[in-house]
């Protein structure tokens, strides 16, 4: 038996990289409650600091060891302070983490981290399988506390794609949809502790294919219909989507379901058939800018944004002109662009790199071009009338912060305002990274 007489102990989580780790820390914060854990924003006052890691780059990765350095003196000063690896580092480093930091207790993957609570209660260890069984079924349940509005639901984990560059198929290992049922479940639990904006998150999220509630199977966009059923939810969103797992039933969904909101991230990657053939994407330029036409006939407001790697191997002056090419045909929101970084263990890691100073300034290039296409975005919202969720008061003083149906963060003077409120805003202002409004009339 677990004793919860004494005072409670403090854990302190540290996330990296995707939303999926943030949603996992979340759910590991909830295991170690059912442990007397509760959570503190204050590392030097924690009995167990929990690093909740990033693989995808090796920036990402190098993180971990420089937080771990600097957690050394605060365990010299504490023995007892427990430090604990958890997400796609500890699956694909398992115990070389402790071989290089022996100040580490355990170490644990993103498909076992039900087991934290008894890993603790051992004392520590390392445990980076992948169980047969579902760890969601396997964590103690969440009390029934309160919820921001917005939250995220894994509904999909892992990856068979196998895009050369990337370890998520390693890390996360391969792609398991979970019930609907469980699903739908998970979501109602939510609405009830006061969310109303779930966004469902998976690898390959739109390639979900799971059992349905009655037998049989659902795909995406029926899982996406059945959860917009659910009273007193009112927006739905989900990431991260393969341009290749984009279903007919999920472009419709875009067109009849209001619920669902207009923004949708379709990482491409490249602009460039020759490289995305290296990447082994499996789709070509043309057949992602007929998709993105199909989508837009659905849903022609919608925000698209997208995910970029530069400076992949074997990448020319063409190649690189022909990714800038495709983003001017597009037009996104907003997108993310990265330079290409070799990962252990991937089919690309042993390509030849291209010249570093040159994948630089291509970087920037693109930057720069995504960064104009978000500023006219943007501004294009300013005079329109839009949905806001406010998700935290703001600065200053009578403000509220929340997201539009597209995903801007909108600040707007509401004193009488709460969060979690679903408000109409007109949108008067646009600053670098978030939008104005001014509050309507209900
Ligand atoms: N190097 C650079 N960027 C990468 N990504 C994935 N793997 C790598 C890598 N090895 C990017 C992709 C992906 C996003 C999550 O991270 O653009 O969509
Ligand atoms: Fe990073 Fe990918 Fe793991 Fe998310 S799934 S934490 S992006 S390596």
């Not at 924003?41 to 090796?58: F, G, K, P, S, Y």
């Not at 290296?278 to 992602?288: D, I, L, P, Q, S």
């Not at 330079?339 to 300034?361: F, Q």
């Amino acid at each position: 038996m677990t004793d919860h007489s004494a005072a409670p102990k403090k854990l302190f989580i540290k996330t990296y990289g995707c939303q999926m780790n943030v949603y996992d820390s979340q759910r590991m914060a909830e295991a170690m409650g059912s442990e007397g854990y509760v959570l503190t924003e204050n590392q030097a006052e924690a009995d167990m600091v929990l690093l909740n890691t990033c693989h995808i780059r090796e920036k990402a990765a190098e993180k971990l060891y420089s937080d771990l350095g600097r957690l050394k003196p605060l365990k010299a000063e504490r023995p007892d302070l427990k430090i604990g690896v958890a997400g796609c580092v500890a699956q694909a480093e398992g115990e070389e983490i402790q071989r290089r930091m022996p100040l580490v207790d355990l170490v644990v993957g993103p498909q076992a981290y039900h087991r934290l609570p008894a890993m603790v209660r051992a004392g520590g260890g390392v445990d980076t399988e992948f169980p047969t069984e579902d760890k969601f079924e396997h964590l103690p349940k969440a009390a029934a506390t309160r919820r921001a509005p917005a939250a995220f639901l894994t509904v999909q984990e892992g990856c068979d794609k196998f895009c050369a560059f990337c370890v998520v198929p390693y890390t996360r290992g391969a792609e398991v949809s979970r019930p609907a049922s469980r699903i739908l479940s998970e979501a109602r639990d939510l609405v009830s502790r006061g969310v109303r904006e779930i966004t469902l998150l998976g690898q390959n999220v739109n390639g979900w294919h799971g059992e349905a509630p009655q037998g049989g199977e659902w795909g995406f966009g029926r899982l996406i219909r059945a959860i917009a059923e659910i009273d007193g939810l009112d927006r739905i969103r989900y990431t991260t989507s393969h341009p290749n797992d984009m279903a007919d039933d999920l472009i419709d969904a875009h067109r009849d379901e209001p619920k669902l909101m207009p923004y949708l991230h379709l990482p491409v990657q490249s602009g460039s058939n020759r490289i995305l053939k290296a990447m082994n994407r499996k789709h070509t330029v043309a057949e992602y800018l007929r998709l993105i036409e199909r989508i837009r006939e659905a849903r022609p407001d919608i925000l698209l944004t997208s995910d970029f790697i530069v400076g992949f191997p074997g990448e020319t002056d063409q190649d690189h002109a022909d990714t800038l090419d495709l983003v001017r045909r597009v037009g996104f929101g907003t997108a993310f662009s990265f330079k290409y970084s070799p990962r252990p263990g991937t089919p690309a890691y042993d390509r030849p790199l291209i010249d570093d100073a040159v994948a630089d300034a291509r970087l920037q290039e693109l930057q720069a071009l995504l960064s104009a296409q978000q500023k006219a975005a943007q501004e294009s919202m300013v005079g329109r009338e839009l949905s806001v969720l406010f998700e935290k008061p703001g600065r200053l003083e009578g403000q509220m912060v929340g997201k539009s149906d597209y995903l801007h963060a909108v600040f707007v003077a509401a004193p009488q305002a709460r969060v979690g409120d679903l408000v109409r805003v007109r949108i008067t202002h646009s600053a670098p990274n978030s939008l104005a409004g001014e509050l309507l009339a209900a």
